[in-house]
């Protein structure tokens, strides 16, 4: 498995395949309306994770191109200014006029909400931008959009203006190649900050050519002249293998399954290593549906099923051995399933779980069989697997004592643990928890908070690295159990969001080396472990001030180091500084202290003990001044990766990566 560095496919080239494409195959549902006024309705918000969408929107048309079997090239370009640029070599949007309206058909495929060619099945068998507003969408919240299209042999342009056509469809043009290509700034005016991520984009579009053998992406960064090209002609073999590298296997081959029932496409391909952890990917017609469904839960079932079956037949397991469980099963295992179907139901415009019915039986019978089968040929895999499950459920019952004591004082109210200083009101909507760490800032955030919403739990150093753990070590760390405890809503599979006794979990450390790995590995034990708090908006980061400028009696507290120099005007001497921000300006030396210039005095806060309590409160603690960070999960690949690499047993890719990054940090504290 490599990722494809081949530049020589052509864009006039693309494969054939027999079907019809014309205006027919565009339905129009009803019109553009409200999407500037709301676009958080259609984009999920207005922050990184939208900006990113509107890209995913448009190369997912391309991508139904290549699903459908006309596209096998897909360019992206993230120009100097911000705008973003896709071309495919597919068919190219009809540009006749449509029996909707009689406009081109491409200007309503881009100016009419639901219109599109996924509605019907006319166009597409199978495709991931189902809702048929994502272009459209796209051209709403664009400043401006050119979309160029070749096809019959001509080329034909337009251009939009905040979803308005401001031309007409150009006359043809004699064209050598064939396909749409789609050029479009986002509207600065709705996006709170225009900046697109390489790094996200690379792994959305890796995901994409790993589940579309044969499906070139190529990507270019203007802004610093980075390229990337993703071509997989392993599939979802190469895609486990991928997340798999590294990691240790219990047997040679990742087993795969690819094949099609019911009208369902299902391809299933998973390994299992040497790891505590389980890491299931899914999707459903190339949308990363991170929250699972029904194509997981027949994952499961099956799994479940076929490894007891073969195990008790090859007598692993024995006569008087009790079935092993899906949980047993769940430790060391990576997986990816991928399902492709006609009429998917997402929960919710973003898309993160599958909710036909029908599939959960569907890839229950498919896996089921294609296991046994499997099995049959690979004799040598059932050992392993069964071993390390019957090993796991050892675990996991040694670990249940102790989760059933966290369990019960959660559940009684009786055995809160003593470093939790709680809040006096019980409705869990309006409460907060800071988890700080030392008695020192616990003593401060204690004193300060607002004792009616606000409860502190002080932790005793550094909690222990659950990506290297296994559960039962895990609950008997005192710092891990006391945060379950103080939570109440249970961990994995017993976690119950109706039992969190905080609607806001807030962790809030020094502003240092030794605060960031704290917050690491509080955030690796969430993402793990209770990772409902992540995608429910309950976990946030505290942002605590830096520096506290006082010139003459007026005092401001500044977050970052562009505040303090705007703010203070300080001159900052030459042995005083260190290498430069982004920006080109010099940065306060971190180490400074305690430092008077004229009259501008500056303090350096090194941690949150330095602060007085009311100092806590008026900067970090108070709801109208404070500054928090919501958690959010964007890419739960990306995310797996670099937890696995920062908190993982492997010391070289944590290596590189920290090399890779180093020109990124800012605010260092040593």
């Not at 369990?407 to 907060?432: F, H, I, V």
């Not at 004229?598 to 941690?607: A, E, F, L, T």
Request: include cysteine; charge should be negative.
């Amino acid at each position: 498995m490599s990722e494809s560095t081949n530049e020589n496919i052509n864009l006039n080239e693309a494969p054939q395949a027999a079907a019809e494409y014309g205006a027919g195959s565009i339905q129009v549902l009803e019109g553009l309306e409200a999407v500037r006024k709301r676009p958080g309705m259609y984009i999920g918000d207005t922050g990184a994770r939208g900006l990113h969408h509107l890209v995913y929107e448009v190369v997912d048309n391309a991508v139904d191109e290549a699903i459908g079997g006309f596209c096998d090239r897909i360019d992206v370009v993230v120009h100097k200014d911000e705008s973003i640029s896709v071309r495919d070599n597919g068919r190219g949007i009809p540009t006749d006029p449509h029996p909707y309206n009689g406009r081109p058909t491409s200007e309503v495929v881009l100016t009419i909400l639901h219109a599109g060619g996924k509605f019907g099945g006319g166009a597409y068998k199978v495709s991931g931008g189902l809702h048929g507003v994502g272009v459209s969408v796209v051209n709403a919240l664009a400043e401006w959009l050119e979309i160029t299209i070749a096809r019959d042999g001509v080329e034909r342009r337009q251009r939009f203006e905040r979803g308005i056509p401001v031309t007409e469809l150009s006359e043809p043009v004699p064209a050598d190649w064939r396909g749409t290509r789609i050029h479009y700034m986002p509207d600065a005016t709705i996006f709170e900050d225009v900046v697109h991520s390489l790094d996200t984009l690379k792994s959305r579009f890796r995901e994409i050519a790993f589940l579309t053998p044969g499906l070139h992406i190529a990507i270019e960064d203007e802004r610093n002249g980075e390229k990337k090209d993703y071509r997989f002609d392993g599939g979802i073999r190469a895609f486990v293998e991928y997340l798999d590298r590294g990691k240790a296997a219990l047997y040679t081959q990742p087993t795969v399954l690819s094949g099609e029932r019911d009208g369902v496409g299902v391809d299933v391909g998973f390994q299992y290593n040497d790891t505590y952890l389980e890491r299931v990917f899914s999707f459903a017609n190339l949308i990363h549906t991170i929250e699972g469904g029904t194509h997981v839960s027949g994952l499961r079932t099956a799994m479940t099923r076929a490894v007891n079956e073969v195990a008790r037949t090859s007598k692993v397991l024995k006569e008087k051995d009790e079935n092993l469980s899906g949980d047993d099963l769940k430790e060391g295992l990576t997986c990816v399933i991928s399902v492709k179907l006609a009429n998917p139901q997402f929960e919710g415009q973003t898309k993160t779980k599958l909710g036909n019915s029908e599939v959960k039986g569907i890839v229950d019978s498919f896996v089921y069989e294609g296991l046994l089968a499997w099995f049959e040929d690979n004799p040598d895999a059932v050992r392993p697997i069964v071993e390390k499950a019957i090993r796991a459920r050892q675990a996991r019952d040694a670990a249940k004592r102790a989760r059933e004591l966290v369990r019960k004082g959660a559940m009684t109210g009786m055995s809160l643990p003593g470093k939790l200083a709680d809040c006096s009101s019980r409705t869990p909507e309006n409460t907060e928890l800071y988890i700080v760490e030392g008695d020192s800032a616990g003593g401060s955030a204690k004193q300060g908070r607002d004792r009616t919403f606000q409860a502190i739990l002080a932790l005793r150093g550094k909690i222990l690295n659950v990506e290297k753990a296994r559960l039962d070590k895990m609950l008997g760390n005192n710092e891990i159990r006391t945060i379950i405890q103080a939570l109440g809503c249970g961990i994995g599979n017993e976690f119950d969001a109706q039992k969190l006794r905080y609607h806001k979990i807030i962790i809030m450390t020094d502003a240092d080396v030794d605060g960031a790995h704290i917050s690491t590995l509080l955030l690796t034990f969430f993402y793990r472990h209770m990772p409902e708090l992540i995608s429910s908006g309950y976990l946030y980061l505290a942002q605590p001030p830096l520096y506290r400028v006082q010139k003459g009696k007026r005092v401001n507290y500044c977050y970052t180091e562009k505040e303090l120099r705007g703010f203070a005007d300080v001159e900052v001497e030459p042995s005083e500084t260190v290498e430069a921000a982004d920006d080109g300006a010099p940065q306060v030396n971190a180490g400074i202290g305690t430092k008077s210039k004229g009259n501008v005095h500056i303090q350096r806060y090194k941690g949150l003990g330095e602060m007085n309590p009311a100092q806590l409160w008026e900067t970090t603690m108070d709801p109208e001044r404070r500054v928090l960070k919501r958690v959010e999960l964007d890419d739960d690949v990306l995310a797996d990766e670099y937890f696995d690499i920062l908190m993982g047993d492997k010391v070289e890719p944590r290596r590189d990566f920290i090399t890779s990054q180093a020109h990124a940090v800012k605010n260092l504290d040593v």
